[in-house]
């Protein structure tokens, strides 16, 4: 084997203990599925010290675009108000550091093709968060209506696994690699929505459902 990505999460720094969040930032469990996703990184990390494994660790943070599960955050506020002014959504304040998918696959394709950063965590992200209340202002913007913003209670997290807010610290993949991101959230949105609207038919707007 000559190179093995191992995909985790910025969730595994629970919420943000000093920002932007580096990858030296405190890992916390959370979550169960924080607390999965630091177990498989160590479990990994493990066996590049071990046995010289040629392991590199690529920490996402909130990746989204076409082709994104219904259930996640913002094809689901698309899907919502491409058929009406009304969104359901649970907590409107977390704050996430959004990444377009061509950003993402572009990171991990710089990463894996770096003669360095094994046996290292890199991060993917945009060095800047929005909260779930901006981003629905945004989208609604975009589309050209004006949201009437409901509350639903099966969309809000158990209140002590919610991560506040993350930010990502690009500052390593800017530096050892050729990465460079390429949309902005606006112009990613756009390509996002006009991929749901051109694919109505796959999302169910009235369901909570993957």
Not at 10 to 25: F, R, V, W
Not at 88 to 97: A, H
Not at 123 to 130: D, E, H, L, T, V
Request: glycine share 4%; aromatic share 10%; with cysteine.
């Amino acid at each position: 084997i000559e190179k093995l990505i191992i995909t985790s999460t910025s969730e595994t720094y629970g919420s943000a203990q000093h920002i932007p969040m580096d990858e030296k930032h405190e890992l916390v469990g959370q979550s169960p599925y924080s607390a999965s996703k630091i177990a498989a990184d160590q479990l990994s990390l493990s066996y590049n010290k071990s046995f010289g494994l040629p392991i590199k660790i690529v920490r996402p943070f909130n990746t989204f675009g076409p082709r994104q599960s219904a259930r996640a955050i913002i094809p689901s506020i698309i899907s919502q108000l491409i058929k009406s002014d009304t969104v359901q959504v649970g907590n409107l304040y977390p704050k996430r550091d959004f990444t377009y998918v061509r950003d993402t696959v572009s990171g991990f394709y710089e990463i894996a093709s770096s003669d360095k950063l094994f046996g290292e965590v890199t991060n993917i992200g945009m060095n800047f968060s929005i909260s779930i209340k901006d981003l629905i202002s945004i989208i609604a913007n975009i589309i050209g209506v004006n949201p009437y913003i409901k509350s639903d209670r099966k969309r809000i997290r158990a209140e002590q696994s919610e991560v506040d807010n993350l930010v990502c610290d690009n500052s390593k993949i800017l530096s050892e690699t050729n990465w460079k991101p390429k949309y902005s959230i606006e112009s990613a949105l756009e390509e996002t929505i006009g991929w749901v609207k051109d694919n109505k038919s796959h999302f169910k707007s009235s369901i909570y459902n993957v």
